[in-house]
């Protein structure tokens, strides 16, 4: 009995690492990685946090929220295996301000990509916002509808994980750290798990529009903690240097609720509802010159009473880069720097 158990392990072992190495050997037909250089590229950025509030029952009845916050500009490196951005705010224009209002904007992010798996870290406080589609009133003295004393607090994690591990690259879209040779795709699932606040000093909706959606004229605090598992699929058409990558997963979400009611009391609930991820993403990868546009939007759907409340957080990203050879100290990695016990 020993020795067939020996004997069986000893099998599955070599089955296993034969398995491995047929994966490399038909990932590097499909995926190029460069271990021997490091990128350098200027980035311009914008990240977005907004949410809607509408009708139940008729969603042509709503009103979106906006923030007027600015383009980021900056600087991106890729080295010892680890990419990093720094950017800075372009500031706004007095007409912007005029028109808009202003919005506090402290959006923290740190985004970590394996080849066929990603992770987003974040926390998003935004102060500020603006009606963006106004229905039809009375005239007003101002175009648009602006709420200083909103703010919307999103603090989660969400993952990725691509099952194609042998063809399909997430790292060559979206951080260039790797090239997509060939044109490929991936089965893929998504998970989330974030926390959203919603403070104003008054009913959200403006008195205005309240008659639309009356059963919420008093609605001014808001609170969910989400879960969150998605399916989807990705797919990077390849045409020499030119790629053009798109991502969706979509799924359902388990909110834990709280908000203030009619009656001004706080009430509680528990909603099954939905959760979307897309990415997409168009550029170019060659061996020493890479660049592209990039959007990735992640909303969730929340149903309760009569309404259906909607947040969305987005980034659109245009970076060109170069890649140059280490040299020294550059040929070292981030590992190499972790003591291991």
């Not at 007003?140 to 690259?169: Q, W």
């Not at 008659?211 to 008093?218: E, Q, W």
């Not at 001014?220 to 030119?242: C, D, E």
Request: proline letters at 4%; aromatic letters at 16%.
């Amino acid at each position: 009995m020993i020795r067939v158990t020996s004997f069986l392990i000893v099998y599955l072992c070599g089955s296993l690492s034969t398995i491995t190495a047929q994966n490399d050997s038909i990932r590097k037909l499909y995926v190029q990685p460069f271990p021997d250089k490091f990128f350098i590229w200027p980035v311009v950025k914008k990240r977005e946090l907004s949410f809607t509030i509408s009708n139940r029952f008729d969603e042509s009845l709503k009103q979106n929220y906006k923030p007027n916050n600015a383009f980021t500009i900056g600087l991106g490196l890729y080295l010892f295996e680890v990419a990093a951005e720094l950017t800075f705010a372009v500031p706004l224009d007095e007409r912007s301000r005029t028109t808009y209002g202003a919005s506090e904007v402290r959006d923290l992010q740190a985004n970590f990509l394996g080849k066929y798996w990603g992770a987003d870290l974040y926390r998003q406080n935004y102060s500020g916002f603006y009606v963006a589609n106004p229905n039809p009133t009375p005239s007003l003295p101002d175009a648009f509808i602006k709420r200083s004393d909103i703010e919307l607090i999103n603090t989660g994690v969400n993952g990725i994980y691509a099952f194609n591990k042998s063809k399909y690259s997430l790292k060559a879209s979206y951080n260039y750290a790797e090239r997509q040779l060939k044109s490929a795709g991936s089965f893929i699932v998504s998970g989330t798990l974030n926390a959203l606040s919603l403070q104003a000093d008054s009913s959200v909706l403006s008195q205005i529009y309240s008659p639309l959606l009356s059963s919420v004229s008093t609605f001014r605090q808001f609170n969910y903690s989400a879960l969150s598992i998605a399916p989807g699929y990705t797919y990077s058409l390849v045409y020499k240097s030119f790629f053009l990558n798109g991502i969706f997963s979509y799924g359902p979400a388990h909110y834990w609720i709280k908000y203030t009611g009619k009656d001004q009391s706080i009430r509680h609930d528990i909603s099954i509802n939905t959760v979307a991820d897309i990415r997409v993403a168009i550029g170019y990868n060659d061996d020493r010159i890479f660049g592209g546009l990039s959007y990735r939007a992640q909303t969730n759907d929340i149903r309760f009473e009569d309404i259906k409340f909607t947040n969305a957080s987005s980034t659109i990203k245009f970076l060109i880069g170069y890649r140059f050879h280490e040299i020294g100290i550059l040929k070292r990695r981030a590992k190499d720097y972790i003591p291991i016990n």
